[in-house]
């Protein structure tokens, strides 16, 4: 996909968002930037607490504080910047023209209020929908992410609904007032693996039909190399690798994004290889060391990764694959 040609819906840039809790302060999210562009689905990638939930929530403004602030940076989503808007305009842009499918479906919704009001209020509120309106437009978004007699299940409540059937309802809600931008973070948690090709296939068709851009925010190295477009690779609060995702499958070159992908089974291996983990922790985010904090991890790194941090830079010969390491994998030689 030539991102190049097509216009921004989002463009994070130097985001940075911080915890302060009783034990000291933690760097979720460290000067953080990529580019959404209109139809496209870019994949985030990365272990617990690497900052990809966080980045969502910061872009979305639901960051509580206390404990965290948005520290710095900019979500400039429709010319506007999310992070130093007023409360009510933000009120007004969320749910209308940026969505969010949170983590765990089972817990997501209210269990007091019917699938029909929950799904109904958003129109109502964002699209001057009456309630009649708003039933007949929940109705049709149930039969639209596949879900049959869309009508009379709008009377039923969450604990009706498998979580197969409560991810969809959260996906129509996302989806209700046609946003330019869905979020979906781990939207496959807790799915058995049919319900999850479906969930994902059916993200995958909404964007096409609608045109909505996607981020996908996942453990699952399957799920970005079969949908995404484009890859951000994240480490200790930062993008350590961004490309198109074919080019980081085929071609990746920072010694994290090696090792992740090591690290996951593959259909074409032999019966003898075995996996590679990558040995060690994550670094505490309170307490990062200096220079690159995957030096203790990593098997490629020189005197230089203990003392400077590595910028984010082009690959050589490769316009739109950046990385933010010193080494160059191809050519160095890994420890045992």
């Known amino acids: 996909m030539a991102t190049e040609e097509k216009k921004p819906v989002l463009e994070i840039k130097n985001l940075v968002t911080k915890f302060y809790t ?9 000067n953080v930037s990529y580019n959404v562009h ?15 939930s966080v980045t969502a929530l910061s872009v979305m403004r639901l960051i509580p504080w206390p404990p965290g602030k948005i520290e710095n940076g900019q979500a400039i989503l429709n010319g506007e910047d999310m992070i130093t808007m007023d409360e009510e305009d933000v009120l007004k842009v969320r749910g209308a023209d940026i969505a969010m499918i949170f ?8 269990p007091v209020l019917s699938i029909g009001q929950q799904l109904s209020e958003a129109v109502e509120t964002h699209l001057g929908m009456s309630k009649e309106e708003g039933w007949a437009r929940a109705a049709e978004l149930l039969e639209l ?26 996906i129509a809600m996302g989806l209700s007032c046609e946003p330019r931008l869905l979020i979906a973070d781990e939207p496959t948690t807790a799915l058995d693996v049919t319900i999850q090709a479906q969930i994902l296939e059916l993200i995958q068709r909404l964007n096409e039909e609608l045109g909505t851009a996607v981020i996908i925010i996942t453990h699952n190295l399957g799920v970005v190399a079969r949908y995404a477009d484009w890859v951000n690779v994240m480490y200790a609060g930062r993008i350590i690798e961004s490309g198109p995702a074919d080019v980081i ?12 992908l090591a690290s996951v089974p593959r259909l074409d291996s032999d019966r003898g290889d075995k996996l590679e983990p990558i040995e060690g922790m994550p670094p505490d985010l309170m307490n990062l060391p200096g220079g ?19 910028p984010m830079e082009q690959v050589e010969g490769e316009t739109n694959h950046h990385k933010a390491c010193w080494v160059d994998v191809t ?6």
């Open 103 to 110: 983590q765990e479906p089972m817990t997501s919704l209210n």
């Open 22 to 30: 009783a034990d000291g302060v933690v760097n979720a999210v460290d």
């Open 292 to 310: 690159c904090p995957f030096r203790p991890r990593c098997k490629f790194s020189v005197d230089k990764c203990a003392t400077e941090y590595p």
């Open 331 to 336: 050519t160095a030689t890994a420890r045992e």
């Open 38 to 52: 209109e139809g496209e689905i870019v994949g985030v990638v990365g272990e617990s607490g690497s900052g990809k």
């Open 145 to 170: 992410v596949g879900i049959p007699d869309g009508e009379n299940r709008l009377h039923d409540y969450p604990h009706q609904f498998s979580g197969g059937m409560r991810q969809r309802v959260m």
């Open 249 to 260: 499958y085929s071609n990746p070159r920072h010694p994290y994004t090696l090792g992740l």
